[in-house]
């Protein structure tokens, strides 16, 4: 199988570097999304996120002709779908996967499709997402055979392969990790391979498709798990009166200890998001999973009751203040040290909620983006000096390079919240 031309649908932070870099490989590269302004940026040759080194590979490959972006879905050899997988707005709290997106991709990519094309979803999705878009795409081309049907003798090829990269380290990520293919026939799986070994160095390991799924649910859960024990000893600590920070140093000198560190919460849309998928499915077996979802997310709530106290001591001692007199200034917003993204940050959801339940200016300090989201629109951008000079209440959430090394000394003792130990190596 050549793939002389291949589509990326979905251009965010996976389908975007993607793109780019099999497009590094003289390979003809189509890039779809849904939004005008995603692809004017791009055929711009400039990029709409933030991401070491993608700049110059996208300006580079769009000026040579190997990318470009369009709304409109276009034949192609394969085509790699990198969509979100949100939860269902309407089921509460029972954290439902929602499909919406892959079912459009499928409907977008389906009236063009060909015999012999391979479809490949890199969304990160419940077990059996793989199976479902297949049987989204036979529903729209009844006249193309596909493997749920006919097997090893499909007209279309059909795999899982899960990103595993580690933002602000995209570019090299996808190039040097493994990659888990999970093809829904033996077929499939050997054209995938040969799609991905056009620009992976990493080993190529085949499973099933559904063991794919499952592959990068287990990988964010066993981390979200090793978070949530140092969220939950940070909680502990604090109860105690003990330094949460000496105490995993000291633990960790063990030779098979190896605690991480706590902060506000967890963010993005993988660790904060993929234990869902399996507590979803499994809701009586996945209780370790659940339990630690429970704990990350309720760190934020902690970090606010934090917050909320240092306004009610500020007030204490100065007695000639009212709580509208109180500027809070939180330093970080990204879910993650020294990247933009805001998905899912625990940071972004503090902010959020201070915003509301805050009487007193709120001062939001993130050197990584130029304007603040919707839901923080009462709220004022500034620079770290601005928040550490006008602001009463100091909160560092994350742990930008930027904050390394700020002097917080002129605020009293408690009125410099710290949760993720930014002033320490």
């Known amino acids: 199988m050549d793939f002389s031309k291949i589509c990326v649908v979905g251009l965010g932070y996976i389908?975007?570097?993607?793109?780019?870099?099999?497009?590094?490989?003289?390979?003809?590269?189509?890039?779809?999304?849904?939004?005008?302004?995603?692809v004017d940026t791009i055929n711009k040759g400039e990029i709409h996120i933030i991401e070491p080194d993608l700049d110059m590979i996208v300006?580079?490959?769009?000026?040579?002709?190997?990318?470009?972006?369009?709304?409109?879905?276009?034949?192609?050899?394969?085509?790699?779908?990198?969509?979100?997988?949100?939860?269902?707005a309407d089921e509460g709290k029972s954290r439902v996967p929602d499909l919406k997106y892959i079912e459009?991709?499928?409907?977008a990519i389906a009236p063009v499709l060909a015999k012999g094309n391979l479809v490949i979803l890199e969304s990160t999705s419940p077990v059996g997402a793989t199976e479902q878009m297949a049987?989204?795409?036979?529903?729209?081309?009844?006249?193309?055979?596909?493997?749920?049907?006919?097997?090893?003798?499909?007209?279309?090829?059909i795999a899982h392969c899960p990103e595993r990269v580690l933002p602000g380290h995209v570019i090299r990520e996808l190039v040097a990790n493994d990659r888990v293919i999970g093809g829904m026939t033996t077929?499939?799986?050997?054209?995938?391979c040969k799609l991905y070994e056009m620009f992976v160095e990493g080993e190529c390991v085949v499973t099933n498709a559904r063991t794919a799924e499952m592959a990068k649910l287990t990988e964010n859960s066993f981390r979200d798990v090793n978070i949530a024990f140092a969220n939950e000893l940070s909680l502990i600590c604090d109860k105690l009166d003990i330094d949460v920070w000496e105490l995993i140093a000291l633990a960790n000198r063990h030779p098979r200890v190896n605690i991480l560190k706590p902060g506000p919460g967890v963010?993005?849309?993988?660790?904060?998001?993929?234990?869902?998928?399996?507590?979803?499915?499994?809701?009586?077996?996945?209780?370790?999973?659940?339990?630690?979802?429970?704990?990350?997310?309720?760190?934020?709530?902690?970090?606010?009751?934090?917050?909320?106290?240092?306004?009610?001591?500020?007030?204490?001692?100065?007695?000639?203040n009212t709580a509208k007199d109180v500027t809070v200034a939180l330093f970080g917003l990204a879910f993650k040290p020294d990247i933009d993204d805001l998905r899912e940050s625990p940071s972004l959801a503090i902010a959020e909620k201070l915003q509301q339940q805050l009487v007193g200016p709120l001062l939001l300090v993130e050197p990584n983006i130029q304007e603040l989201p919707e839901c923080l629109?009462?709220?004022?951008?500034?620079?770290?000096?601005?928040?550490?000079?006008?602001?009463d209440i100091c909160v560092v959430l994350v742990g930008h390079k930027q904050f390394r090394g700020l002097d917080f000394s002129a605020r009293p003792e408690g009125f410099v919240i710290d949760v993720v130990a930014s002033g320490r190596a």
């Open 377 to 391: 629109e009462n709220g004022a951008l500034v620079s770290a000096e601005e928040g550490i000079t006008q602001a």
């Open 135 to 157: 049987a989204w795409l036979a529903e729209a081309r009844p006249d193309l055979t596909f493997p749920q049907s006919h097997g090893e003798q499909s007209d279309i090829r």
């Open 267 to 320: 963010g993005g849309h993988c660790i904060a998001v993929d234990p869902w998928f399996i507590v979803s499915e499994t809701p009586e077996q996945a209780r370790l999973i659940r339990t630690a979802r429970e704990v990350n997310d309720g760190k934020p709530q902690w970090v606010i009751d934090k917050v909320k106290a240092a306004v009610g001591d500020f007030l204490l001692k100065n007695p000639g």
């Open 187 to 192: 077929a499939c799986s050997t054209a995938a």
């Open 104 to 107: 459009s991709a499928a409907k």
């Open 59 to 88: 300006r580079a490959v769009v000026k040579e002709g190997y990318l470009r972006a369009t709304l409109k879905a276009e034949p192609a050899d394969a085509f790699l779908v990198a969509v979100p997988t949100p939860f269902k």
């Open 15 to 38: 389908g975007l570097p993607t793109a780019a870099v099999i497009a590094s490989r003289k390979c003809n590269v189509v890039g779809l999304d849904v939004t005008q302004k995603v």
